[in-house]
């Protein structure tokens, strides 16, 4: 078994075991500022993305850490703290993109370059001694957090018709989505919970990131499509502050559980779709916004300005670990392994 392959079987294990426990995150709701900030380093406040963020998230709630900072072993001895005797580390994945060396040149000359993937092993700050104090978490004000999805659900070009009745749904053949009116919801943050996970569904439609979404109600496939636009409507709720209601998406744990015994890879590529639907929507301009706010709430005491120009450029994605960190280890890496290499052909 690869390593990838053993990576897999290990997250969709903890994956099945936490929907066959009703305690699996995005099947759990949580109200807005409740929750605290998802899993990012300790280090470069960076949140993590994908496969690690619901990795390491579900590890967190699996092991009981309040925490949710994340560190290497080296970074923690550089912040002048030390992990905790008999501590177990949580791998981490980290792609890079890869050129190709002048040893796979000559023996092809069209060798491309290409994504490689390293593991790291980080641990959670409840698992250290004699790191800093962390920064207190701010809440963010509910007129901020409304105006940001009014916007993103504009900036989506998608048209919302709120004369849904009492369900709501998105249909891919006329590019729709389908609404109950704000006042049959219990709470503004419920209304745009639900307009984003079916804002999550219509990504799909041919003319964005062109998914397979033919599949029908109870079938394998949209199964797996709900998983990715509950994944994706944890990691929006997470990130905007809007919380998380999971409605009747708790109906498809067995089918969940079913897909991921069958195939383990299926939850690592649904948390990347995830992360891609994220990234198509530009999640992270709006979480830079909200880090934005929280800066300027800690500077002033005072609510900061309400509005900042739109970019229409998309924004490069978070990593998970800023590269300038992993670069280093990266190489020292790669110089054992030809070492290895070299002392097995001496």
Known sequence: ??????????????????LESHTAPWTKPWKPGEVPAGPH??????????????????TQHERGYQSAEWLTFKQIGEAGGK????????????WKTTEPSAEQLAEDPAAKKHMQVFYFTVFNRDQ?????????????????????????MTDSGVPFNFNGGDRA??????????????????????FYTTALH????????????GR???????????????LRAEIFSYMTGERLGIGHDPGQHTAYIKSWIKVLKDDPKEILRACADAEKICNFLKI????????SHVQDQELTGQEPRQERPVRKARPKPVDPLAPELLDDQIKDMKARRKAKELAIAL
């Open 1 to 18: 078994m690869s390593k990838t392959d053993d990576y897999a079987r290990q997250f969709a294990d903890l994956v099945i075991r936490s």
């Open 169 to 190: 749904y998105y249909r891919p053949d006329i590019d729709q989505i389908f609404m109950p009116s704000k006042a049959a919801f219990k709470s503004q943050d419920g």
């Open 83 to 94: 992990v905790r005797r008999g501590q177990k580390g949580t791998s981490i994945q980290f």
């Open 284 to 291: 992270a301009h709006y979480l830079e916004l909200q880090q």
């Open 198 to 209: 079916e804002l999550g569904h219509s990504t799909g439609h041919k003319n964005r990131l």
């Open 41 to 58: 380093n300790g280090v470069t406040n960076r949140s993590y993305r994908g496969g690690n963020f619901m990795n390491l998230l579900m």
């Open 212 to 226: 397979d979404l033919s599949g029908k109600f109870g079938s394998e496939s949209y199964a797996i499509e709900e």
């Open 128 to 152: 250290c001694d004699g790191l800093p104090e962390p920064k207190a978490q701010l809440h963010v004000p509910e007129q901020w957090r409304h105006e940001k999805c009014e916007q993103l």
